[in-house]
Structures are given as C-alpha cells and as structure tokens.
C-alpha cells in the first residue's frame, strides 16, 4: 500500500496557510516563524527601520551557551599521568572516566 505524507504549514500568526518560514535572530537568540506572503512581506517591512541603521554581522546569528563542566583540554596520556600522579599522593581517583578538577589542579600546582 502506497503512502504520501504531506506537510502543510499554517501562519503562525493568523492560522491561514503559510508559504514560507522566515528566519530572523534578536538579542543572540534565533527565530523561525511560518508565515504567508503577506505577513512574511509585513514583518519585513517593519523590521526594514531597524534593519536599515543596524551593522551587517558576518555568520549566523549566535545562541547563548550555558557554560558547562565540559573537557579539561587534558590528552588521555595527560589524565592518565595525573591519575597516577593522584594516587602516589593520596588522592581517590578512579582508572577510567573524569579526574576531579581537584586532582588536575594539584598536580598543575605540583609539576607547574
């Protein structure tokens, strides 16, 4: 049995169908809105005021990032290096998986 699937895009604003989504960022935050002709060519247009005194960036619009724990920047023969260097000077550290910033920041503080 045969299928088709179709997707229909409805105007985000006033619920008739949309023909194009329109992309636009503010304040490092990206946006999507589905819109028809006439309400693409009205946002447009009021954005055209602001858009005409604003700077052109280069690249896409950025999103803010929440800072992580994220890597050390360590190589494996690195952590390797401090995990040994951990537990000949009595620290907990594990064979496999995350070395403490404890740890890493002990062993910098010890071998500079």
Do not use: P
């Amino acid at each position: 049995m045969a299928q088709r699937v179709q997707i229909k895009l409805i105007d985000d604003l006033d619920g008739t169908d949309a023909e194009e989504t329109v992309s636009f960022g503010l304040d490092g935050v990206s946006y999507e809105i589905d819109l028809s002709q006439a309400n693409a060519a009205q946002l447009r247009d009021d954005l055209a005021k602001w858009v005409g005194s604003a700077r052109r960036v280069k690249g896409r619009v950025s999103r803010t990032t929440r800072a992580t724990g994220g890597s050390s920047g360590n190589s494996k023969d690195d952590l390797n290096k401090i995990r040994e260097w951990g537990r000949q000077n009595g620290y907990q550290v594990s064979e496999r998986g995350r070395v403490s910033r404890e740890v890493q920041e002990a062993y910098a503080a010890a071998n500079g």
